[in-house]
């Protein structure tokens, strides 16, 4: 588990694949190629890496996954082996992973701890026989068998990066303990090596704990599922066999291996791993079941719909995983800052060795000052300081069922000061209900519903499918056409009709006092009305009402109390979406909202301050798209919503809003700390070691304790509730 700078360093959490460069145009023949590489973790890895193949014929991208420790090369397909070849020069141990393979949990067997005890029992009795003035001889043997026992894979990776012209932790340690040892520093020396060995063990676990906690839920989906076969007997399969349209059972108390729908049988079934819900959730023939939810008390049979591979839950996890690609604003930031920081400060270990001993003499002194230096040079635990943070911030999010797409989200979600949000599904349930037909003139309630339930029954939109469900259509229907945003026209025996809103009958038809009069009683009431119409006149008018979700009135309130602003964008009309606008407790309500309408008014929110826009992630697909953040409502096994959506609520409640915005803001809290904490400890050392106080010891400290310092506080996000 060696952790080369033991940080796992640039590329984490909030992004961590970063497009280094392109040689050439993308060619559409060109091969991808995921490669492990347990030994990239930190950003002098990537740029050796970088330089390295960068300019190597066929190697056309770079992406890199430092918390994953995973190189993507878009390459065409003779440039693999060479690549290979070229990694293992720089002194790589490169692992091919297949495309659709998730990243293994474990990156190495455990290193073994008898070394270690070793080389600190020697460190140590080297510290007593200078204590105690022994022959120099005898600390310097005990001192050689203790950084032999336990650095020799240090030196080594220190020359291979000192010889490729990098400067990572490990040449700077290695330099470090080798100008102690020459200068006479046995005893401090080895124990250096031995601190730091230690504390890069210590570290690679925690880390590991952050960049597994995600993979570790492809776990909670069983590997055998149990498959009818075609004789009608049962046969236990690996789940990677198991086709779509399979029969699989479940029994009491078993996880759910694959995606699919119930067809015989009921239970109630804990879906807290996909959408964070406390209570299971009662399921019947018809509905759909998710990988690694687990059945409760019942038996049922049900229908494979998609591969091991492209379950719900996998999607989750190669999202989050992809979430690792995309830094974040402030990671961008401290990468910048690192590359300044370490030339700077090994400048002044330069300067610190030559120039006051040429004026005050004491060469060794000043050298070892020097060493010091080198040592607290090392930027890796204000580059770990944001990666860890991030994939924790993420990975409490997926658990709590809410899916960010990328670190950049996770970061923006603190600074939202608009949400807006669509109404039909949304903030209702979006299974309307027909309440009242009110025929004018001469028609009556049958045949008005007759000619609107033959229209409607075309439509995909729910208040049309609210009218389609009350009648059986009698009619046929040719030359149908949707008008987004106002309604649905057809030809009926040779007569042209048309369903829709306010906006549409203005258009095509007269509107009487009359008519207008009853419009608004209707949608006083809290309706939304949809009229029927020839060219003539309204037929008549239909009063539809979706309920509000459980929980919108508690989602909007807590809202407020975070101090955002709320605002309905519907395509109802004006009446009807103030009034549940009103019941919600929303800020602001528009309707007759068109989908410009709705990119115009989130375009115009952007103006005042960071917005979000939530939505079912394809019907408002162009507000989505305009908005700071992209919230779909309602995504499981949505393959559509999880690739348009910034962020994904995987089920229908609205309460995950404002854990969004408290996930994000704690965990931009706990980024501001590790930052100040790493740049304070290497301040406070760097002035220690300036007025003659610092040593080795903490120098090592400054490094690989600020490293495991700001990795445990970022973990600490993974115990926190939202």
Not at 605 to 634: F, H
Not at 673 to 700: D, P, R, S
Request: proline content about 4%; aromatic content about 4%; some cysteine.
């Amino acid at each position: 588990m060696k952790n080369c700078c033991s940080k796992t360093s640039s590329g984490a959490i909030r992004g961590t694949i970063n497009l280094r460069r392109t040689a050439s145009p993308v060619s559409p023949d060109a091969a991808v190629s995921r490669v492990q590489i347990t030994d990239m973790c930190c950003p002098v890895e990537e740029q050796m890496i970088q330089r390295r193949l960068g300019d190597m014929p066929g190697v056309e991208q770079l992406s890199f996954n430092l918390m994953q420790r995973v190189l993507t090369v878009r390459h065409q397909p003779a440039a693999r082996q060479p690549m290979l070849a070229a990694l293992r020069e720089l002194g790589f141990a490169p692992r091919l992973l297949d495309a659709a393979q998730p990243t293994p949990v474990s990156a190495k067997k455990p290193l073994r701890s008898w070394p270690l005890l070793l080389a600190a029992c020697a460190a140590a009795l080297a510290e007593a026989a200078h204590w105690f003035g022994l022959h120099e001889g005898v600390q310097a043997a005990l001192a050689a068998l203790a950084i032999v026992a336990c650095g020799v894979n240090t030196w080594r990776r220190g020359w291979l990066a000192l010889r490729n012209g990098n400067l990572n932790i490990n040449a700077l340690m290695s330099i470090a303990v080798t100008g102690a040892l020459l200068i006479g520093q046995w005893p401090e020396a080895a124990m250096v090596m031995v601190l730091f060995t230690l504390a890069e063990r210590l570290e690679a676990r925690s880390q590991d704990r952050a960049r597994n906690a995600v993979a570790a839920l492809m776990d909670l989906a069983p590997p055998r599922a149990r498959v009818r076969q075609a004789d009608g007997s049962w046969q236990t399969l690996p789940v990677q066999e198991v086709m779509p349209g399979s029969t699989v059972n479940i029994r009491p108390g078993e996880r759910i291996a694959l995606d699919g729908i119930i067809t015989q049988g009921d239970s109630a079934i804990d879906q807290a791993a996909i959408t964070g819900e406390s209570v299971p959730v009662d399921k019947a023939p018809g509905d759909k079941v998710f990988a690694g939810t687990l059945n409760s008390t019942g038996s049922f049979d049900y229908q494979v719909t998609h591969l091991a591979g492209e379950s719900t839950l996998a999607n989750i996890v190669a999202a989050v995983e992809q979430a690792q690609a995309s830094k974040a604003e402030i990671h961008h930031l401290v990468d910048r800052f690192a590359r300044i920081y370490t030339p700077v400060v090994l400048a002044l270990a330069l300067l610190v060795a030559t120039l006051p001993a040429i004026w005050l003499g004491d060469w060794q002194g000043w050298i070892y000052k020097a060493l010091v230096l080198l040592v607290i040079a090392c930027p890796c635990a204000l580059v770990i300081s944001t990666p860890v943070t991030l994939i924790s911030g993420l990975t409490l999010a997926a658990r709590n069922g809410i899916l960010i797409k990328g670190g950049i989200w996770l970061e923006s979600g603190r600074a939202i000061r608009w949400l807006a949000l669509d109404k039909t599904g949304t903030l209702t349930r979006g299974q309307p209900e027909l309440r009242s037909v009110q025929p004018c003139a001469e028609w009556d309630d049958a045949q008005s519903l007759a000619l609107a339930a033959s229209l409607a029954s075309h439509s995909t939109h729910p208040v049309s499918q609210a009218i389609g469900r009350a009648s059986t259509p009698a009619m046929a229907v040719s030359a149908f056409r949707e008008l987004p945003g106002r309604g649905i026209q057809g030809t009926l025996a040779d007569q042209t009709w048309w369903l829709g809103n306010h906006r549409l009958m203005q258009a095509v038809t007269v509107l009487t006092p009359a008519i207008e009069q009853q419009r608004t009683q209707l949608e006083a009431a809290g309706n939304t009305v949809v009229m029927l119409a020839n060219a003539a006149q309204v037929v008549a008018l239909f009063a539809v009402a979706d309920g509000l979700k459980a929980g919108s009135r508690e989602a909007i309130a807590e809202l407020h109390q975070l101090g955002v602003k709320t605002v309905m964008l519907s395509g109802d009309n004006q009446t009807t979406v103030a009034a549940i606008a009103a019941e919600v407790g929303i800020d602001r309500a528009l309707g007759e909202q068109l989908p410009q309408d709705k990119l115009d008014a989130v375009a115009a929110l952007t103006q005042s301050g960071t917005t979000a826009m939530v939505g079912d992630g394809i019907n408002d697909a162009p507000a989505l798209a305009r908005a700071d953040i992209g919230i779909a409502m309602g995504v499981m096994g949505s393959d559509t919503a999880l690739a348009t959506a910034d962020v994904a609520l995987m089920d229908d409640d609205l309460r995950k809003l404002p854990q969004f915005i408290r996930c994000s803001r704690m965990t931009w809290r706990i980024l501001r700390q590790n930052i100040a904490l790493a740049i304070g400890l290497k301040v406070l050392f760097l002035l220690l070691t300036l007025m003659g106080w610092g040593t080795l010891w903490m120098a090592v400290f400054a490094d690989v304790g600020a490293s495991l310092l700001v990795t445990a506080n970022g973990l600490r996000l993974l115990r926190m509730k939202l």
